[in-house]
T-cell receptor
Framework: DQQVKQNSPSLSVQEGRISILNCDYT??????FLWYKKYPAEGPTFLIS?????DKNEDGRFTVFLNKSAKHLSLHIVPSQPGDSAVYFC???????????FGKGTSLLVTP | DSGVTQTPKHLITATGQRVTLRCSPR?????VYWYQQSLDQGLQFLIQ???????AKGNILERFSAQQFPDLHSELNLSSLELGDSALYFC????????????FGQGTRLTVV
């Protein structure tokens, strides 16, 4: 049972434009949400997170938005750069310090 | 470099065999998590250890087992291997406390032939 869903397997964006990656979750107990970035042959690397008490968190070019009523979060990358091309995983957890539930990932391609 | 070390990086073995994957967490991290990533799948949570004790179990098969040792390194044992067990196995670690991200190793690619 997939509790975290990323319904877009892939996304292509031009350099300089905004990339928007979406994620939906079904478990209302989730209270901490994260985005990870993964390059081929490497482990996922942490990108940005948000707690359920917030609806927005920003870190440089990356912003995560959380809509708890819709059980939806999104990652905005502005401006997108070719080096951002990677697979992005959305993850969520309930009860701090417990395991993360991951989506299947969205492959982002940023073209020059 | 995340600070999480996994060995070996690649492993090829035959069906029916048993293998052990090893993980050394970041210094100071008490939690260790194991994840499996099969083709076209997300990361499936297998099991979590916290300071030597099992804390949570996910979709881990009975043929698989894990442990965390006093020095906090962890091992994932996979036995009676089947072709479908071929996957990337990731270990992650995190510090104690709330709202903390997990740091992942580079993974072990297991191929069962």
């Amino acid at each position: 049972d997939q509790q975290v869903k990323q319904n877009s397997p892939s996304l292509s964006v031009q350099e300089g434009r905004i990339s928007i990656l979406n994620c939906d979750y079904t478990n209302s107990m989730f209270d901490y949400f994260l985005w990870y970035k993964k390059y081929p042959a490497e482990g996922p690397t942490f990108l940005i997170s948000i707690s359920s008490i917030k609806d927005k968190n920003e870190d440089g070019r990356f912003t995560v938005f959380l809509n708890k009523s819709a059980k939806h979060l999104s990652l905005h990358i502005v401006p997108s750069q070719p080096g951002d091309s990677a697979v992005y995983f959305c993850a969520a957890s309930a009860n701090s310090g417990y395991a993360l539930n991951f989506g299947k990932g969205t492959s982002l391609l940023v073209t020059p | 470099d995340s600070g999480v070390t996994q060995t070996p990086k690649h492993l090829i073995t035959a069906t029916g065999q048993r293998v052990t994957l090893r993980c050394s967490p970041r210094s100071g991290d008490l939690s260790v998590y194991w994840y499996q990533q099969s083709l076209d799948q997300g990361l499936q949570f297998l099991i979590q250890y916290y300071n030597g004790e099992e804390r949570a179990k996910g979709n881990i098969l009975e043929r698989f087992s894990a442990q965390q040792f006093p020095d906090l390194h962890s091992e994932l044992n996979l036995s009676s291997l089947e072709l479908g067990d071929s996957a990337l196995y990731f270990c992650a670690s995190s510090v104690p406390g709330s709202d903390t991200e997990a740091f992942f190793g580079q993974g072990t690619r297991l191929t069962v032939v």
